[in-house]
């Protein structure tokens, strides 16, 4: 298999058999899955419901033996007050965590049109303790593993199901809604045993992304306390997105004259072709074998590139890692990478269709860091929602950015730079949450406090 | 507060309205928070602080400013930072730091620890009680010091160092282009 092929065991230096799969492991590509959350009535059932569900949370060694389903659960901190925690470790959760990601809108940029008195009532009440999440390759794996956590489920009374939500690869092929290849660049992580994929990046310390190792700059992260529940554990950004399909493909009708100029802007906006083939590496037209060969598609910098002619600096991917570019505000791009693990739902507009049949469609943004709430505010004030990092004043994402209607996209050119304008927000934000994926030792001795 | 004060307050408010002739106020020129300390105007924020030094802080500091002569042209390469003033108070026991620069401080600290942790930790490990910049505490014990400035000016509060260098390279670019 070619996965297999690609995880080296000699490489591993992290504790793989405590940290859950969905973390360190690429998704499966197809996938299916399906996401919960359970609201805790009562305290003792809710420690017996995880007591029970702990043998089928998947972990991250040997992951090609473990099922074809992987389980995860991470918890909500109203969830783990509910699980009445030493109060000490209760405390000594970051203060962002504690307050939530509504609570931190302004300094996420979760404002106006993305304001959580915007975002699904679901979102809104108190009663997200528990998240659990399955993702499988096909939908038998899926419907036994769903079974299996229903039958556990069940005979736990306090413990309620409030929201559940199936999600699907969107396209055939690995497509997301927009009609873009997904799932490609993740950042490799120092001693998970995954072969490196990128040529031009060593891979990034684990206490970046795992609780208990250390991080780039030799040291840990504020964590919750004791270390030995810690370890091992992450925090989890929830995030669902709504995306305006049909006003992409108006925006790109609009402002580009031909079918050939439309697919250009559109890849220069993402940064790379539809299936996957980064602009940098074939500037003048896609090349799907390139987009789909893994070992390929993520092997490059932007050291060729470095005035942005060819991948634009306000593209979604170079804003997101800008890897080795000559930015114009010192930045450690190895400290703001998330994993992320973010799945599509809803059904796919017909392709190119510029009207919107009214369906709800978009993407559940899932990610990981063991900062992630400083990291999430990092990326939102300085990389999605300003231009500064690489000179482009107020100049947003154009893909994640709050673009309004008022968004401007910079190419720049030969000799004067192309600018489009009034671009609308694709993609808008109707709920989020901040979780703790403890690893799956805390799970035990939480569920046996 | 009593009738006399009253009186003060108002001939106080009324000569400053004639010292400025009214002058309507601009409101690209209005202050607001910039967090949890300090004031921002625009995409500039200020950091005040005023802390002791360690025995041999001053001394250090200024063989370091000695050395380089007072030119501290490194901070270039911050790219967020417009000026940066250092002066010795009482009698070289206290130090009186401040700085203009763009947009939030703390969600470039940690960037600060990876990128130029020596030069932080040479200059700011003169000052009692500093941490380190790699400690996870730093960000709460620069908090701790900082004093909100009462009253601050910017007369450019819109162009961030990003965007001064953009329009000096094309001023340039216009001149020479004039002078061929």
């Known amino acids: 298999m070619f996965l297999k092929k690609l995880f080296k065991r000699t490489a591993e230096k992290i504790e793989l058999h405590d940290i859950q799969a969905i973390i360190l492991r690429d998704r499966p590509l197809p996938y299916h899955g399906v996401n919960v959350f359970l609201e805790i009535l009562h305290t003792a059932s809710a420690k017996a419901f995880l007591k029970e569900i702990v043998p089928y949370v998947t972990n991250a060694q040997n992951w090609w033996d473990n099922d074809n389903a992987w389980l995860s659960i991470a918890f909500t901190y109203e969830g783990l007050k509910k699980l009445e925690l030493p109060q000490s470790t209760i405390e000594s959760f970051p203060d962002a965590f504690k307050k939530g990601m509504a609570a931190r809108s302004e300094k996420l940029m979760d404002i106006n049109e993305n304001a959580p008195e915007k975002w699904d009532a679901v979102f809104k009440t108190a009663g997200n303790h528990i998240a659990v999440s399955i993702i499988a390759k096909n939908m038998d794996d899926l419907n036994s593993k769903k079974a299996l956590a229903l039958q556990v489920l069940e005979k736990h009374q306090g413990v309620k199901l ?3 939500a199936d999600f699907d690869t969107p396209i055939e092929g690995n497509f997301n809604h927009f009609g873009f290849r997904d799932g490609i660049s993740n950042p490799e992580i120092e001693g998970s045993g995954a072969e490196q994929l990128n040529s031009k990046e060593r891979p990034i310390k684990a206490g970046e992304f795992i609780m208990g190792y250390n991080n780039e700059a030799g040291n840990y992260y504020p964590m919750p306390q004791p270390m030995e529940f810690a370890k091992n554990g992450t925090f989890v950004i929830f995030r669902k997105y709504h995306s305006h399909v049909a006003a992409f493909n108006r925006y790109l009708k609009e402002q580009a004259k031909n079918k050939d100029e439309q697919e250009l802007l559109a890849a220069k906006m993402i ?4 299936s996957g083939a980064p602009l940098n590496m074939c500037p003048f037209k896609d090349n799907s074998a390139l987009g789909a060969d893994a070992t390929k598609n993520n092997d490059f910098d932007f050291s060729n590139d470095q005035n942005g002619k060819l991948v634009p600096y306000s593209s979604h991917m170079r804003r997101m890692n800008p890897r080795n570019s000559k930015m114009a505000v010192m930045s450690d791009v190895n400290l703001h990478r998330i ?3 973010g799945v599509g739902y809803g059904p796919a507009l017909p392709n190119g269709s510029t009207k919107d049949d009214g369906k709800e469609r978009g993407l559940y943004f899932i990610a990981f860091s063991a900062k992630a709430m400083e990291t999430l505010e990092f990326l939102q004030r300085e990389w999605v929602n300003s231009g500064n990092f690489m000179s482009l004043k107020n100049e947003k994402d154009p893909v994640i950015g709050l673009n309004e209607g008022k968004g401007t996209f910079t190419l720049p050119g030969e000799p004067l730079p192309k600018r489009f304008t009034g671009m609308p927000t694709f993609n808008t934000l109707k709920g989020g949450m901040y979780l703790f994926m403890p690893g799956i030792n805390a799970i035990k001795w939480l569920s046996e406090l | 507060m009593n009738i006399k004060q009253l009186t003060q307050d108002a001939g106080l408010k009324l000569k400053l309205y004639l ?9 690209a020129h209005e202050v607001t928070s910039a967090g949890d300390a300090g004031l921002r105007s625009g995409e500039l924020s200020e950091l005040t602080i005023i802390t002791d030094l360690k025995p041999d802080g001053a001394r250090n500091l200024r063989l370091i400013f000695e050395t380089l002569k007072g030119n501290l042209t490194g901070a ?19 130090l009186l730091f401040c700085t203009c620069y763009d947009g939030d401080w703390d969600t470039y600290i940690n960037d600060f620890a990876t990128k130029i942790p020596e030069m ?16 996870p505490t730093v960000k709460e014990f620069i908090l701790s010091k900082q004093i909100t ?3 601050w000016f910017v007369s450019h509060p ?6 001064t260098t953009r329009l000096e390279k094309i001023g340039a670019g216009l001149n020479k282009l004039l002078e061929l």
Do not use: Y
């Open chain 1, 162 to 164: 409030c929201f559940q």
């Open chain 1, 271 to 274: 940064g790379r072709w539809r």
């Open chain 1, 339 to 341: 994993i992320r693990k």
């Open chain 2, 19 to 27: 010292a400025t002739l009214g002058e309507p106020l601009d409101k």
């Open chain 2, 76 to 94: 270039r390469k911050v790219g967020t930072l417009h000026d940066m003033r250092f002066v010795f108070l009482e009698n070289d026991t206290k």
């Open chain 2, 120 to 135: 932080m930790d040479l200059i700011f490990g003169n000052i009692e009680g500093w941490p380190g910049i790699k400690s």
């Open chain 2, 149 to 151: 400035a009462s009253a």
């Open chain 2, 158 to 163: 819109n162009l961030t160092v990003a965007d």
